[in-house]
């Protein structure tokens, strides 16, 4: 559930990629550059002509090994779950912390820390392999294994917070509201999810990153007009140093009020064209303007809502089967943590195809806004060609609803001709 949480937390928009395959390109193709002639479909084949077979195959592996991944880390989880309840080391941790201390609220966070470090240690080793020697192997990961394991390090302690807090307060929502413990829990996880959203990019991003201010006028004045054209109030341009981890580029527009700002990450500074920077930057405001983090906030209400309907409901059934057998007293009994972390992967699991698709649907909106605020649709094109880096450039259509949570490399290049084929006799376009 931490896991679900954090990643969820990372709602902003990750865009680009790894340094050494794909070409970073400053001269647009010739079949793409303006004419009287110009169609949309053989500029985007232009485009994607750019990218040198070997990139393309690389980039093709790395993703479609991320479908299996989504099943592995699925299965994996699972199995760990059923291992704690079946061989009823979830009833031994729950006993342990009974002998420790005589403090019901105690005993539960106790047992919480122990099992947040139950599933961390044997989590281990598909984490180490997907977090760090697929990423090294596909030339995505920047660090060496001192200091990932330090922000793994990190990442617990944030996840020992962070589910501390949450199961504390489940556990005493169960307790006390027999009956009504699904609505009343679900409120509370939405309003935790609410807080890490806001909080997330101001508090938990610099454990990780530093974020410093940026200063160069040839960078930020460009981003800030942009800002400013489109009513965001944002004064300065943050950077962050996420090349200490990854060749990624990414970018963001985060927070409201006193929160509020633009971020974009060392990587897509140093890689990105000017054109490049302000296309990524565009479609970034276009998820400020277009209130896509309230949107996905609605989104998360009705999945939250509809999980716990359904835990309460599978949580039953499994303890009248199987509870005597785990040695799980009832549904307040920290003992239960494993299966209704089972029983929420299973429906994460379920749906993360609409998920994909609520996220894309967002991406493309932005990607529409993006290029209409930065009117940069070759430079939307080279960010496209980075991002495929780590992206499929070309899926089939039911591949693209079900993995992709981005639009296809193709289908972002695609608009953005087709966006440059309608703007061809508009003054300022290019
Ligand atoms: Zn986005």
């Known amino acids: 559930m931490t896991r679900s949480l954090l990643a969820l937390l990372l709602l902003s928009c990750t865009f680009l990629a790894a340094q050494q395959t794909m070409p970073t390109i400053t001269t647009v193709p010739a079949a793409a550059q303006a004419s009287d002639h110009f169609d949309v479909k053989a500029a ?53 912390a009974e002998r420790i201390t005589r403090f019901r609220w105690l005993q ?28 090294h192997q596909y030339g995505l990961a920047t660090q060496t294994f001192g200091p990932w394991m330090g922000d793994q390090a990190k990442a617990l302690l ?9 199961g504390l307060m489940l556990f005493a929502i169960v307790r006390r ?30 454990i990780f990153n530093k974020i410093t201010r ?8 460009p981003i800030l007009r942009l800002a400013h054209a489109n009513g965001i109030p944002a004064k300065d341009v943050y950077e962050t140093d996420a ?62 809502v509809s999980a716990f309907a359904l835990l309460r409901w599978s949580i039953g059934w499994s303890l009248e089967r199987w509870g005597a057998k785990w040695r799980i007293r009832d549904i307040g009994d920290p003992a239960i943590v494993p299966l209704v972390v089972l029983l929420g992967t299973l429906m994460a699991f379920v749906l993360t195809p609409i998920d994909n698709t609520q996220t894309r649907t967002q991406e493309i909106e932005a990607d529409m806004y993006g290029l209409n605020a930065s009117r940069q649709p070759d430079g939307f094109a080279q960010a496209a060609i980075h991002l495929g880096e780590y992206r499929k450039m070309k899926p089939g ?4 609803w079900i993995f992709f949570d981005h639009p296809s490399g193709y289908n972002r290049i695609y608009s953005a001709m087709r966006w440059k084929a309608e703007n061809l006799n508009t003054p300022g376009a290019n």
Request: with cysteine.
């Open 177 to 206: 509201l027999k009956r009504t413990w699904w609505i009343w829990g679900a409120v509370a996880t939405f309003f935790l999810q609410v807080v890490l959203i806001v909080l997330g990019p101001v508090f938990l991003q610099p």
């Open 397 to 400: 259509p039911v591949e693209e």
């Open 108 to 135: 539960t966070f106790l047992y919480l820390v122990f099992y947040i470090l139950a599933i961390t240690v044997l989590g281990f080793p598909l984490a180490v392999y997907e977090g760090y020697f697929r990423e």
């Open 243 to 304: 090349s200490r981890q990854t060749t990624r580029m990414s970018a963001n527009v985060s927070g409201f009020a006193g929160t509020m700002r633009i971020t974009m990450n060392d990587n897509l500074l140093k890689r990105g064209s000017p054109e490049e920077i302000l296309s990524v930057m565009g479609h970034e405001m276009g998820h400020y303007v277009l209130n896509h983090i309230y949107k996905e906030v609605l989104y998360i209400l009705v999945v939250i």
């Open 44 to 96: 985007t084949d232009a485009w994607m002509a750019e990218i040198p077979a070997a990139s393309k195959a690389r980039s093709d592996a790395y993703f479609e090994g991320g479908y299996w991944l989504v099943l592995w880390d699925f299965l994996y989880g699972a199995v760990i779950s059923v291992l704690l309840l079946q061989l009823c080391w979830s009833a031994g941790m729950r006993d342990l």
């Open 214 to 221: 940026l200063d160069d006028p040839k960078v930020t004045q």
């Open 158 to 166: 944030v996840n020992l917070l962070i589910g501390g807090v949450l």
